[in-house]
């Protein structure tokens, strides 16, 4: 079977960089399901919590740029151990204080996912280094284990953290008191992670004139690329569109909006993004099989849009188990475009673009993701609009389907040729 090949294959780098994927996950998921609840419970508004989340992810955005485009230079390994130390310095600083300029340094400065998905420099750098140890026939594969593996670490870990909380408030600990504990948890986490990546092996760093095509031109000296910049630069603006509209419908957002739509408590949010994670996993791994038989754009688009129509009717169901079928089975089908984005990206570029090709790509999801938030916020404040980012996540997200498929139906990577 393809799937068991390939881990076999793995090199006991890749097996770490999985094993890393799945603990940065988790924390992730395991915070995501309470971000806003602790953010209104130390005194914050819609107003403030729209703008710490905007903050939040315009700061990964900077730091995973320079990150990302200096990893194959100074060294892939420190780079991601810069990121788990970021990530602890964002976990204790909001667990420590209610001050909103506090909260706002943490947030800008440190690595928080409001969405439960990866943010900060670690998917770029990783992907970079599987690329490395894989034939380009099995990477699309590779790339739908990895995200599999992240999907239900996420779910567990949201469903961790709801179960937890839960039972922090039914043995007596506050509402503030219990969100605390998970926040201090996700810092944790991020120790863990730090641990892990010192054990990575030099192989994982970019061999010193492995590509006769390395240029020393100022953009690639600033940025790390040279020949594969136009389709990067024309990818990233495209992605920046898809990041923009998925803000709207963060998972916190979302938590969020079934907490005040259906009054539903944390154990059971836990348990519906269990399951919506769960099912994006699996949506992942069956994206490989697709996309060797239609292609890997035609993948990305053709499951892409009726994810966003089903989107675009969670809203507009009248009771709580509608609106939990109809998410589930757009989550179903909702990231199959993951791994075959990642790879398609991959496939671009030349070996020693590849951290900064997905460091720019990446940043520019977060980038567009980040800007949605601060619009987001006063929707959620109003009652009549609660429902009106739902509405513009899944069109914007039509939008850039049509865009992506126009662009690059006819652009193959090298295993389609």
Do not use: C
Not at 261 to 276: E, H, K, W, Y
């Amino acid at each position: 079977m393809e799937s068991s090949r390939i881990l076999r294959v793995l090199t006991q780098d890749g097996v770490f960089l999985f094993i890393t994927r799945i603990a940065r996950m988790f924390g992730y998921g395991f915070l995501s399901v309470i971000l806003i609840l602790y953010l209104e419970q130390v005194g914050l508004n819609q107003v403030q919590i729209g703008l710490l989340l905007t903050l939040t992810l315009i700061g990964d955005t900077i730091i995973s740029l320079w990150i990302t485009t200096n990893a194959d230079r100074i060294g892939r390994r420190r780079m991601l151990i810069a990121g788990a130390i970021l990530m602890v310095f964002a976990g204790v600083l909001f667990a420590m204080t209610r001050n909103f300029v506090f909260l706002l340094i943490a947030a800008t400065i440190g690595v928080i996912s409001p969405s439960g998905y990866e943010v900060g420099p670690f998917l770029s750098i990783e992907q970079a280094v599987l690329s490395q140890i894989i034939p380009n026939e099995r990477r699309t594969h590779l790339f739908a284990w990895y995200n599999l593996v992240g999907s239900f670490a996420t779910a567990l870990g949201a469903l961790g953290g709801g179960s937890l909380v839960q039972a922090f408030q039914d043995s007596g600990v506050t509402p503030l008191g219990s969100y605390r504990m998970i926040v201090i948890g996700y810092a944790i986490i991020g120790l863990i992670l730090g641990v892990l990546f010192t054990r990575l092996s030099p192989a994982i760093e970019i061999q010193a004139g492995s590509d006769p095509s390395r240029s020393t031109s100022p953009f690639k000296t600033r940025f790390g690329l040279h020949r594969s910049r136009g389709v990067v630069l024309k990818l990233s603006a495209l992605f920046s569109l898809d990041a923009f509209a998925g803000g709207f419908i963060l998972q916190s957002i979302l938590a969020y909006w079934f907490h005040v739509r259906f009054n539903v408590q944390p154990a059971i949010l836990g348990s519906i993004f269990f399951g919506a994670n769960i099912l994006a996993g699996l949506s992942a791994l069956s994206a490989a099989w697709v996309a060797s038989r239609i292609g890997l754009i035609r993948t990305m688009v053709f499951t892409h849009i009726p994810s966003n129509i089903l989107l675009m009717l969670v809203p507009l169901m009248p009771n709580l188990p509608l609106a939990i079928a109809v998410l589930l089975l757009r989550f179903s089908i909702s990231q199959m475009d993951v791994p075959t984005r990642q790879s398609y990206t991959m496939a671009m570029v030349a070996p020693d673009e590849r951290s900064a090709a997905a460091g720019i790509t990446g940043i520019a999801r977060t980038t567009g993701a980040s800007l949605s938030p601060v619009f987001t916020g006063p929707l959620l404040a109003n009652a009549a609009l609660l429902n009106f980012p739902f509405f513009l996540s899944g069109g914007l997200k039509i939008v850039y389907d049509l865009m992506l498929y126009r662009s690059f139906k006819a652009i193959k990577p090298p295993e389609e040729k």
